[in-house]
């Protein structure tokens, strides 16, 4: 495994110098932020960021995400110019020596929880999902005050709305069907260029908002990856999203994936499932509901080679920043992400 760290460009209050000397650091996750959503990136944004990132003593391997325009998830006529665009980013950054792209299909939403900074019994703050916080929020609701954390600021209410409702006339296979039109298109390029197409799981793995949520279990990544039969076409393997749902083994499905060589990048990080959702945790097995061994095991067990990145962290020790992508918090998430696989492959020769 190689370990990677996500780091959100000059206005990340987590410099590339503090992360260079998390032991063992090897890649840089980042992505171009200033462009808007469907967009071509400029050459030398992607220049700047592979040399900020190399000057550091990092590597420039990964981006997380080129987004996907909502007309290409809704089907629309002009999906054609983005998806062409998208394919024009995927060029870009394997110039500049990109091995893999995590991106995700998840309509409108990226991931959700109702609250970023919920106090733990340690004094920690962490992101949390309540269902009953959730069921109190109507995104078609003009009037409605209340809006949940990790939406995306660059739509008015009304702009939201539009586009809800327009989902909301979707069937989720009307939205596999527009998947599948992207990948067919995506793919293709992406295995010319050498680049690994990553998909993240939705998160959380079920349907919010009545919007259809698509790849969210073992199932979907099964017909997901049926589409299209070419190693560059996986999956960014994403404990937390997968491990939300208490139906989902994550461990069978890493050693299952891994082994079918089609994780690119996995996500590790622990949840607790609690009575009314799941609350974030520290990365530590016993700190929530999901067993970090036995997924790191599976993913060795399984040939893994890819990228692994400590996901989420909480806020410990002071720091405040940008939920859930602190430092500190993240930084002992990959400590002991390193000390798990040093374990796990000694034990194995
Ligand atoms: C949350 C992240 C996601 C992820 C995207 C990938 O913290 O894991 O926002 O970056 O879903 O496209």
Redesign the pocket.
């Known amino acids: 495994m190689k370990l990677s760290f996500r780091w959100y460009g000059e206005d990340d209050p987590v410099t590339l110098q503090h992360i260079r000397q998390i032991p063992g650091m090897d890649s840089i996750v980042t992505a171009v932020y200033d462009v808007p959503v469907g967009e071509v990136w400029p050459n030398e944004s992607i220049a700047k960021l592979k040399k900020e990132t190399e000057d550091a003593g990092l590597h420039f391997e990964v981006i ?2 080129i987004p996907v325009h909502e007309d290409i998830k809704l089907g629309k006529p002009t999906r054609d110019k983005y998806i062409e665009n998208y394919c024009e980013n995927i060029r870009r950054v394997a110039k500049a020596g990109i091995k893999c792209v ?3 299909f998840m309509p409108v939403f ?2 959700t929880r109702t609250q970023l900074d919920h106090p733990l019994p340690d004094g920690s703050t962490s992101l949390v999902y309540y269902q009953s916080q959730v069921d109190k929020v109507n995104p078609l609701n003009g009037d409605s005050d209340l809006t949940l954390p990790g939406w995306d600021a660059s739509y008015t209410r009304e702009e939201l709305a539009a586009v809800v409702g327009e989902y909301n006339q979707m069937t989720e296979e009307d939205l596999w069907s527009n998947l599948e039109y992207f990948i067919k298109k995506i793919i293709p390029v992406a295995a010319e260029c050498d680049v690994n197409m990553a998909i ?1 799981e939705d ?1 959380p793995c079920w349907s919010i908002f009545g919007l259809p949520r698509i790849i969210v279990d073992e199932k979907s990544l099964d017909r997901f990856l049926s589409l299209y039969d070419d190693p560059h076409h996986g999956i960014t393997l ?1 404990t937390g999203s997968l491990g939300c749902s208490a139906k989902n083994d994550v461990a069978k499905m890493a050693y299952k994936y891994a082994k079918m060589g089609r994780i690119h990048f996995a ?1 590790l990080r622990n949840v607790a499932l609690v009575e009314d959702g799941f609350e974030e945790r520290a990365h530590l097995s016993s700190c929530g509901s999901l067993d970090m061994y036995a997924i790191a095991k599976a993913l060795h067990d399984g040939g893994f080679t890819g990228y692994v990145r400590p ?2 962290g909480r806020m410990i020790w002071g720091e405040t920043g940008r939920a ?1 992508y602190g430092l500190y918090d993240r930084a002992l998430g990959a400590t002991y992400i390193n000390g798990l696989f040093e374990a796990i492959e000694k034990a194995d020769k």
Do not use: I, K, T, V
């Open positions: 997380e995400s995590c991106y995700n990226d991931w993240h998160d994403c996500h996901d989420h859930g």
